[in-house]
């Protein structure tokens, strides 16, 4: 689940979060927190962190220099695991500015995130980017609409798993619900990714912690 600062983690671990996705301005769908965020997030709670590689809005690389550079002091700082995901003008992955990027991550875990659920072909996106190194999963809705829409492509993709460019874990997320769960689960989906779902007072309130309680123990009530 998404979490902007230490007092989020704290909760979300306290809810039974087990992974955290750390970001800052979700006005923007969320960018790379500061090192001294990603410092005192991990400081505080002891979980799977998942550090944002993204400068500005929509899923253009921008200034990938610039990225390299951010994905180095957020190694340095403690960062193992990572969250990125460019394409270009066309809908087409950005292999070039993927490629460089994970190169400065050293071999660290990554996921693709949700710019799958914008490409012009999920297909053809994961089999160029099978292969690289630490990519492990990939956050996606299955549709740019959200789970509700995409719950269809995200069964379809976990039918898949083992072939090229499908190895990797689904992570479920983008306008998840609690119903959605037995259906994906049905599917083979067993990794799912919340935010707002978990803060009542919409993103200028904080994460809750019993709202977090309620989604794990749904989960684990079908484990």
Same mark, same amino acid.
Do not use: N
């Given at each position: 689940?998404?979490?902007?600062?230490?007092?989020? &983690?704290?909760?979300?671990?306290?809810?039974?979060? $087990?992974?955290?996705?750390? @970001?800052?301005?979700?006005?923007?769908?969320?960018?790379? #927190?500061?090192?001294?965020?990603? &410092?005192?997030?991990?400081? &505080? /709670? $002891?979980?799977?962190?998942?550090?944002? *590689?993204?400068?500005?809005?929509?899923?253009?690389?921008?200034? @990938?220099?610039?990225?390299?550079?951010?994905?180095?002091?957020?190694?340095?700082?403690?960062?193992?695991?990572? !969250?990125?995901?460019?394409?270009? $003008?066309? %809908?087409?992955?950005?292999?070039?500015? @993927?490629?460089?990027? !994970?190169?400065?991550?050293?071999? +660290?875990?990554?996921?693709?995130?949700?710019?799958?659920?914008?490409?012009?072909?999920? $297909?053809?996106?994961?089999?160029?980017?099978?292969?690289? #190194?630490? *990519?492990?999963?990939?956050?996606?809705?299955?549709?740019?609409?959200?789970?509700?829409?995409?719950?269809?492509?995200?069964?379809?993709?976990?039918?898949? =798993? =083992?072939?090229? %460019?499908?190895?990797?874990?689904?992570?479920?997320?983008?306008?998840?619900?609690?119903?959605? @769960?037995?259906? *994906?689960?049905?599917?083979?989906?067993?990794?799912?990714?919340? =935010?707002?779902?978990?803060? #009542?007072?919409?993103?200028?309130?904080? /994460? +809750?912690?019993?709202?977090?309680?309620?989604?794990?123990?749904?989960?684990? +009530?079908?484990?």
């Amino acid at each position: 689940m998404i979490a902007l600062d230490a007092e989020d &983690a704290v909760a979300a671990r306290a809810g039974g979060a $087990d992974r955290l996705e750390v @970001v800052r301005d979700m006005a923007a769908d969320g960018l790379s #927190p500061s090192v001294r965020t990603v &410092a005192a997030i991990r400081a &505080a /709670v $002891d979980i799977d962190l998942r550090v944002m *590689l993204r400068l500005g809005d929509g899923f253009a690389a921008g200034d @990938v220099g610039r990225l390299v550079g951010v994905a180095s002091e957020l190694r340095e700082a403690g960062a193992d695991q990572f !969250v990125l995901g460019f394409l270009d $003008d066309g %809908g087409q992955v950005d292999l070039g500015a @993927v490629e460089r990027v !994970v190169g400065a991550l050293d071999g +660290c875990r990554w996921t693709f995130h949700r710019a799958i659920d914008r490409a012009a072909d999920r $297909d053809a996106l994961r089999r160029q980017l099978a292969g690289l #190194p630490g *990519l492990d999963a990939y956050l996606t809705a299955g549709s740019a609409s959200g789970v509700e829409l995409g719950i269809d492509t995200l069964v379809a993709e976990a039918a898949r =798993g =083992g072939e090229p %460019g499908y190895e990797q874990r689904i992570v479920a997320g983008g306008g998840l619900r609690l119903g959605h @769960v037995p259906r *994906l689960r049905a599917g083979g989906i067993e990794a799912f990714h919340i =935010g707002g779902a978990a803060r #009542p007072d919409g993103w200028t309130g904080p /994460v +809750c912690a019993q709202a977090v309680a309620r989604w794990r123990a749904t989960l684990d +009530c079908g484990a």
